[in-house]
T-cell receptor, first 111, second 110 residues
Framework: DAMVIQNPRYQVTQFGKPVTLSCSQT?????MYWYQQKSSQAPKLLFH???????NEADTPDNFQSRRPNTSFCFLDIRSPGLGDAAMYLC??????????FGPGTRLLVL | EDQVTQSPEALRLQEGESSSLNCSYT??????LFWYRQDPGKGPEFLFT???AGEEKEKERLKATLTKKESFLHITAPKPEDSATYLC???????????FGTGTRLQVTL
């Protein structure tokens, strides 16, 4: 089945230790998104790639970066995680501006 | 600025007790309204897309409707497995981004 896959599902890191979350898709969609979702809150868009074009949200901290080496893969890098970065990170894909399909998420815990 | 408000924040129903969830929006140029279901610890699961006022979509016990100011998700004879958070989101403008509401947490008990 075509899908959005996120690895790992759970990630524990230490304060200030860089961490990378990964997302892959078999839908061949041209847009990939990264969201941050904290408990009982709406998903918050961090950035998205429209093909190879990177689009950063104005309020996304510099601590968060992303890479998209090819159509199928997208990575979220957190350079120096703080306690406030503990959250669920969601990857989604869409074909242009159509429906977004989400992966299962990665739960990040910062100790 | 686009705004999406969902109500109620939480809803507890008995099995078989039908109800509706509300999503009101203030946007400039709606291009689509989306409903998602999210189970605890999981990513949102796509349910429906609505594009214009008067449109309706159905899936099993769920029916989504759209007016110029709000959308309703009607749940008919719910079962415990319908328990989840239901998220509403709008797509506006030319960008690919969605604006989400904070969701309605639905609990259906026996």
């Amino acid at each position: 089945d075509a899908m959005v896959i996120q690895n790992p599902r759970y990630q524990v890191t230490q304060f200030g230790k860089p961490v990378t979350l990964s997302c892959s898709q078999t839908l061949n969609h041209n847009v990939m998104y990264w969201y941050q979702q904290k408990s009982s809150q709406a998903p918050k868009l961090l950035f998205h790639y429209y093909d190879k074009d990177f689009n950063n949200e104005a309020d996304t901290p510099d601590n968060f970066q992303s890479r998209r080496p090819n159509t199928s893969f997208c990575f979220l890098d957190i350079r120096s995680p703080g306690l406030g970065d503990a959250a669920m990170y969601l990857c989604a894909t869409s074909q242009t501006a159509e429906t977004q399909y989400f992966g299962p998420g990665t739960r990040l815990l910062v100790l | 600025e686009d705004q999406v408000t969902q109500s109620p924040e939480a809803l507890r129903l008995q099995e078989g007790e039908s109800s509706s969830l509300n999503c009101s929006y203030t946007v400039s140029g709606l291009r689509g309204l989306f409903w998602y279901r999210q189970d605890p610890g999981k990513g949102p699961e796509f349910l429906f897309t609505l594009y214009s006022a008067g449109e309706e979509k159905e899936k099993e016990r769920l029916k989504a409707t759209l007016t110029k100011k709000e959308s309703f998700l009607h749940i008919t004879a719910p079962k415990p497995e319908d328990s989840a958070t239901y998220l509403c989101a709008v797509h506006t403008g030319t960008a690919s981004k969605l604006t989400f509401g904070t969701g309605t947490r639905l609990q259906v008990t026996l």
